[in-house]
């Protein structure tokens, strides 16, 4: 079964990463030193952390020279079949069937130490919700799976089955924001004592029974289902290690654009580039002289939303905000940019965990 794959902010994205003049003031220097900086920038090293069905892969492949290369990651089996039929009509593409924290180990497996460029589309993709069987919809009836990588890890059925209502409640307050989860928690509990859950409209219908007011045009169902797959794919932690991964792996002048679509992905990024484009901040109150604070390790370009135009033919675009940030050229320190990520995962200090098993969350992790 196919499913129509819509990339959001696909031009502005690719822009971020080939066009050396993007986010700047108008070129005042020599044009000769512009065409040098798109010709290496063009024949660079990138990465896609989030393939998907290839849509931004393209379109950047389209801009880049002979020499360049594409190392490009998912965890999704489908999304790999893809990817791989790419890579096998296109020698710079490189495929990595795993998630994109694991982006330092990959590339130095593939003798990569630095790159030009990363982008990531976080979130869930169109094919991902469109196809029932995902279990990722609540407006369509399926296993309650919610794996990105279906062939590891608990589905969401087996962990609501095992787990309390305070780690329910935890999970759905934290990562959906949902003011309504203590009484989900309990509703979701009661009926597991009885039977499992396991379709994705079974578990809807029960939130929907709890959760009398929503805003306008949710479904009472969007956050506790945003909740659940945002956990049980740690999406927080994996963005907080990528995050800092990239910047350990940029090159100067080698850019980063992450396309985000809900506030804790969204502040976690604007949060890190804050972090790493002001370095001195921390030191504020430190008796140092200028000359000894720290200097910018990236220079944010700014962000861009969607158009009215992208809005009217793609709605899942008017949530997406793209950031993009710029390496300096200055080291990064000894620690590494572990510690320009503030890792907004809120049960990192609890023992709850998707797969069963305890641990104690680490700064950046």
Known sequence: MSFEHRPVLLAPTVDALVNPSFGQKKNKGKREALVEAVNARENGVFVDGTFGRGGHSRALLERLGPHARLVVFDK????????????????????????????????????????????????????QIDDAQRGFSF??????????????????????AQASVDDMREVIASYGEERF????????AARCAERTIDTTLELAELVASVVRTREKGQHPATRTFQ???????????????????????????????????????????KQCIAAAANPAAAFARMPLRESEMPQPIVKSLGRVLADDDEVARNPRSRSAVLRVAERTDTPMPEAGAEGFVTALNPLAHNDVTASGRGRRGRKGH
């Open 181 to 188: 989860a203590f009484q989900i928690a309990k509703t979701i």
């Open 227 to 269: 909740a659940l797959r945002i956990y049980i794919n740690r999406e927080l932690e994996e963005l907080a290690v990528a995050l800092a991964s990239t910047l350990d792996l940029l090159a100067p002048a080698g850019r980063v654009a992450v396309i985000s679509f809900h506030s804790l992905e969204d502040r976690m990024v």
């Open 139 to 160: 407006m369509r009836d399926g296993p309650l799976d919610m794996r990105m990588d279906t062939t590891r890890g608990l589905t969401v059925a087996q962990w609501l």
């Open 76 to 127: 999704d089996p489908q999304a790999i079949e893809v990817a791989r039929a790419l890579a096998a009509s296109d020698s710079r593409v490189s495929v990595v069937h795993d998630g994109f924290a694991t982006i330092a180990a990959a590339l130095s497996e593939l003798k990569i130490e630095r790159i030009d460029g990363a982008m990531f589309d976080l979130g869930v993709s169109s094919p």
